[in-house]
C-alpha cells in the first residue's frame, strides 16, 4: 500500500468528533488516538469501497497481518508503524484490535438478530477499539476501559441511527430484525425510502434504544478519571447532542443526515473538561 501522513486531513480530518474530543490530550498521546480511529476508518469502509467480496476479504486478511506484525515485528503501513511502540507497551491491544476486526465484513453486513445480537457485535468492534484508546489515553484500569468500550457501543447506535437513510440508499440495513417485524416492516421500506408512521415509530423507537444505552454507559464511569476521561466524556456529550437533533427532527431519517456542527462539537468537548 502506498505510503501517507496519516494525519493528512482526509486521515484526522479538522472538525469531526475525534478531533476535537482529544483536544485536552498531551500531543504525542493525542496523535496516538488520531492514528488508531484513522486505522479503524480505514478498515471499516472496506465493505462499502469493494464491489468483489473476494476483493473485501483479501484487504481485511491484509490488515489483520499487519496487527500479527505488531507483536511479531514492524507492520508495514505507516498507521501502524507508528502506533507499533504504543501497542506493544500496551499488552493484549493487538488482540482486541484483531477482535475487532473480525466484525468487519468483506460484503455489506447483514442485519443482527435483535438489540442483543447488534450490542454484542458493537462491543466487540468499537467496544474493543475503545479499549485500546483508554489505554493510549493514559488509563490502565479495567473499570474504565469496560465504561469506555460500553459508550463506544452505545455510541455506535446513535451513528446507525444518524447514517440509516444513506446506509437505506446502499441497500443496506442495520437496524435488527426484531425492531422491523415490531412495526410490521422489511428492508425493501427501507431501499425504497418509504417515510411512513411505521417507520418513525420504528426509528423512534431505535432512538429510545441508543439512550438507554448510553445511560447505562454513563453509569459506569468511574470517578477520578483524570486526564483521560476527558475523551470519552467529550464523545459521550456529543452523542447525547447528536441524538436530540435527531429527536427534534422527529426522527425523519430517511432523505437526511442531520450532523453536530463543528462548533457545537468543541462546545461539548470544552464542557467535558469539567466532569474529569
Sequence with gaps: MASVDPLQPDFAPRGTAWYYATLHLAAPRRRQLLLLQAWWRAVRVIPASVSDPIVG???????????????????????????????????GAAVLLEQALDTVQPAAPAARADWDALHAELLRGSGNVARVAMRLAGSDEPAAQAYFAELAAALELVILLRDVGR???EQVVRL????LRAHGLGEHDFA???????????????????????????????????????????????????????????????????????LRLLWEAWRAKFES
Design 176 to 179: 435488527p430484525r426484531s425492531l
Design 192 to 262: 425504497q425510502l418509504r417515510d411512513s408512521p411505521q417507520m418513525r415509530a420504528a426509528l423512534r423507537d431505535a432512538a429510545a434504544q441508543a439512550r438507554l444505552r448510553l445511560q447505562a454507559a454513563r453509569a459506569l464511569r468511574p470517578r477520578a478519571m483524570g486526564r483521560a476521561g476527558r475523551v470519552p466524556g467529550a464523545l459521550g456529550r456529543m452523542g447525547e447532542a447528536l441524538l436530540r437533533e435527531l429527536e427534534q427532527a422527529d426522527h425523519a431519517l430517511l432523505e437526511q443526515r442531520i450532523s453536530l456542527p463543528p
Design 167 to 169: 446506509d437505506a440508499r
Design 57 to 91: 476479504a483479501a484487504k481485511l486478511g491484509w490488515w489483520r497481518a499487519q496487527l500479527q506484525q505488531i507483536e511479531q515485528g514492524r507492520p508495514d503501513h505507516p498507521l501502524l508503524r507508528e502506533l507499533h511502540p504504543a501497542l506493544r507497551e500496551a499488552p
